[in-house]
């Protein structure tokens, strides 16, 4: 009787075929967590705009009150993925956005002294 295959040869096929195996009852069912809702994230970054000087946690306190239920650190990843600083860089005012917001508020005239200096002043 001859033999077409070594006894190595059968024992690797063995070890392969349980490998394979197992690799596919270890597998994981799903690919992880889902990702957020849309609707979800639109509402994060609508809020982020209109409120610039809320942070990520308090984005999220007001997601559960709404009834939204997120966590804060899914809060948060939307805003970075969103490349959102952080609340002080948001909030803070720029001198081009507080003059023109003053010179909104006021009109400002010019006025020629009778040396031919000229002076702006605000009528409040």
Known sequence: MRLLVRPDTVFRWHRDLVARRHAARSRPKNGGRPRTVHSVRALV?????????????????????????VAASTVWEILKEAEIPPPPERASTTWADFLRSQADACGFFETVTLSGARRCTCSR
């Open 45 to 69: 970054l609508r809020l982020a705009a209109e409120n610039p000087s809320w942070g990520y946690r308090r984005l999220h306190g007001e997601l559960l009150v709404l009834g939204v239920k």
